[in-house]
């Protein structure tokens, strides 16, 4: 029982941690039974997406593409698991789009570069979209510890600590570097806007950070983040002009520039975290610490920002679980699948709360409950294909099936500028002696472009005038008006060049190369052959663009869409219990999969997984202490797979883990302490008892009496046995013809069968004296229940197995009245009888006294196996009996009703059925006084060619009786008296 309450306290102080998280791992493998939504779709970044467009990370135009497609087909969430940190640097991309677009179908070789402003363009495709969620990033810290580390002021500025800090906050400085020095470094740290208890934070903060540049930055972040709170314009500018005016104005660009960087990332941080909810239950989640917010443009554009932990460390190579919410800065965070699923059914993230271990959150359909461990960590809920594979849990489409949309749209503008480069290209070559008017040209398309460019609008195509203002549209159509003139003008001078070059044969290669080109640009602008081909080209793509697009929005329309990166290249795998790796994003696909569904595994309580621990102990100390080790190992295995069902079952049904696993340790190690307990107490006395019992009856049987019965039940007692009494008649004489080893190793053959045969029949074989045998049937340490029956039986075969040992000694007859056996049944005291020195397990009493008698008047009779009344009424009608009448012997008052055993029933045939019934009929004579009629009957069962010692007994007893009538003496009832 202590075993199992040590177990149990183990239990709860998380002893059994690996084992519980091997156990979770069997659960979510073989007893999931959560479905995959179908409203979850992944959008994979593989390697062909890599191999067509480039090594990773991509230009964020193709993420504004794809956030743009997605909308346009109707995706209801779009999430986008990646990191937009860090701003791009504005790039030139030219025309040619041979690596990135349909290559066949771009026309043209003019070159137009163009500056790309990647941020822009993907701020206004989460805009438009108006359904984009983007990642936050932050490492994760236990609200236990932290909270005696991190309150007050260390839970306002816990997301600007270092990375490697939160792990690291009881480690001790190595240098030493106090917070005074900050004031001798680059830059002077301003204290006038914290408090003294915030200075004192700060003190124990720099304590733990290891490194100098660790300390910087902490304390630039800290000086930053408190500027932007505390300023009503906190821009960059403002902040620089602050750091300037300090006691260093002379800073240098590179510590500006780090500055820069700083600030910025404090302030789409703290930008990020006003739009999330204010938490309401500190020290309950994680904290997320070295958190980083996308850049605020798209940050402030999206609808929403999830959390994305990037510290594997801390989920312990295996990602089993999560933290579903995070607090940063005093705000809640959900995680991104949380966060996108939340959005899908109406999550209220206003009105979250802490209720009993779990966070609740309200929703259109009900409320989900999240339970949360005191690590503030959920289990997470994995979906399991049948195929055990990841790619196909969920659906899953390639990022290029979507991409090629934009791409094909791309191409079709892309041919359209071709061919105003072509004609861009026909008016320089018109304008060749008079540059000033291409230059015209040149400033005309520009402006119009800037114009275009202004509005958002494409170049490649005529803008819709709605989308213009009034003035704009004017000065579009005047600027249009002009290009237009002098394209059309061009055209006009490349007919009047090839009408003049038509007749001429060239007499030079130049010429030749001039009519040549002439011919060309006729045939381009003129003929309208190049028209032609873009629009047959384009109309190309209008069909491929539509059946994609078609293609996509069935699979697309009204999902909730992650972009996450599933490459092999790419560091962002991880181990689930499920898969031994699988992409990152797969996480919160698994998340928003177990919101949709509102399953979310709950963990058993410390005080249920107390009780399940130590009653499952107690279970197997009671079954092991109440039988044998055999039944203790057999019910140990039971009871582990019963457990082991019972944990599955409980995970299956109701998503809830219950440490099945740790309850089986438990068994186990109280299965263990009773049976080493047992073998050092109870079977050593065990083994004594089977000793001792040994001599009664078989190894066997005394394994089973010793491992069945106590010390208790070999006291004295009152007890009703069948008492067995066997020898062999003139055993003294045939000894002393036979000799010594003779004589044993008949005694020896003689006694093993009888032996054996009694205790097959369940006889407790008390004692041999010489060739006599003395046993009992039904002792109380092992019961019998036809005791009479088989003692009867038992009395037959060992008949039957002397008279077979003749063969054995020729010239000595050992016929079947050479045994004589005497049964009796009734009441004794049996138990341990003798002194200390030798102890005898034997039963005493008038029974044994009529059984010992018996077996003596079987010499009287000549007859082999006598039984009392009750031994016959008590054997059944199995048996052929005859009555031998009463019998009076020495030393007891009453007389006993005595019965020849002579076979059973199913072997007697008729005759020797008939010769019972006869001699029934003699015995019934003689009681009734008919002397002489029971003497005639008599003399005839007894015949020379079939002696039967009874009959001629009594025919002998009939003799005395007629002389005792003649001499005048009374006649009475018959009765035998036995010395």
Known sequence: MLT?????????????????????NLHFRHFNSLPADDRIVLIDIDDYALERIGTWPWPRRYHADLIRTLSDLGAGQIAMDIAFVDPATPRVEHADLSRFGEVEDVLGDRRDDRIIYDDKELAVAIREAENVYLAMLFDVVSPTPISSYFHGFGSEYLPLLPAGMGVRYGEASTDNIGFHKIAKDELTFNTS???????????????????????????????????????????????????????NPRLSDTVI?????????SYALWSALQRCTSAAFPRRMCYGYNAAAPLESLSTECKGLGGVVYDRDRLEGVVREAPFVVEVGNHFVPTLGLLAAGESVGADWNRIRWVGGAIEIPTDDGVWRIPVSKEGLSLIHWHVPETGKWSDSF??????????????????????????????????????????????????????????????????RHPDPATLDVQDTARYEKLTGAIDAMEYEAI????????????????????????????????????????????????????????AKDEMRALLNGKLCFVGY?????ADMISTPVYNNVPGVMVHANIANTAFANRFVDRANNWVTFVFLTSSGFVIALLASWRGPVFGLLSLILIVFGLYAIGGGMFRQFDLHLPAWSASTTVLCSWAVVTLHRQATEERAKRRMRKALSQYTSPAIARRIAGSVHDSHFAAQDADVTCFFCDLYGFTGMSEKLGAKPTKQLLNNYLRAVSDLLIEHGAMVNKFVGDGVFAFFDAPIWPC??????????????????AALTQFWPGHDLSVHRVRIGLSTGPVFIGDYGSDAKLDYTCIGDTVNVGARLETANKTFGSSILVDARTKNEAGRSFLFRPLGQLSVRGRNQTIEAYELIGRVEDADEKMVNRVQRFCEAMEMLREGDVAGSQKVLEKLDLPSHPDPVARFFFEQAERLISDLQDGKESGPVVIHIE
């Open 257 to 265: 520039e780090r500055q820069r960087v700083r600030y910025r990332r």
């Open 193 to 247: 806007f914290l408090t003294p208890s915030q200075l004192a934070e700060i003190h124990s903060f720099c304590k733990f950070l290891p490194r100098r540049d660790q300390l910087l930055e902490f304390a630039s972040r800290i000086e930053a983040w408190s500027f932007i709170e505390r300023m009503p314009n906190p821009t960059w500018k403002a902040y620089e002009e602050y750091l300037r005016s300090r006691t």
């Open 4 to 24: 199992a309450i040590a177990c149990g306290l183990a239990g709860l102080g998380g002893l059994f941690g690996p084992i519980d998280r091997y156990e979770q």
């Open 566 to 570: 599933v490459a092999t290249a790419g």
């Open 492 to 547: 006009e001078w490349v007919e009047y060049q090839y009408n003049q070059w038509k007749g001429i044969e060239p007499q030079t290669p130049a010429e030749a190369g001039l009519k040549r080109q002439y011919e060309e640009l006729h045939r381009d602008f003129v003929d309208g052959a190049l028209q032609i081909k873009v629009e047959e080209s384009n109309a190309n793509l209008r069909a491929r663009l539509m059946q």
């Open 395 to 460: 659906r899953h489409i390639p990022v290029m099936r979507v991409l090629r949309i934009p791409l094909m749209e791309r191409a079709i503008s892309a041919n359209k500028r071709a061919y105003r480069l072509r004609l861009g290209r026909l008016v320089e070559l018109r304008h060749e002696q008079t540059y000033a008017s291409y230059v015209d040209y040149a400033r005309l398309v520009r402006q119009r472009n800037v114009l275009l460019q202004e509005a958002d609008l494409p170049v490649e």
């Open 785 to 802: 229940e036809d005791r009479a029956r088989c003692a009867c039986e038992s009395a037959l075969r060992i008949r039957e197995r002397v």
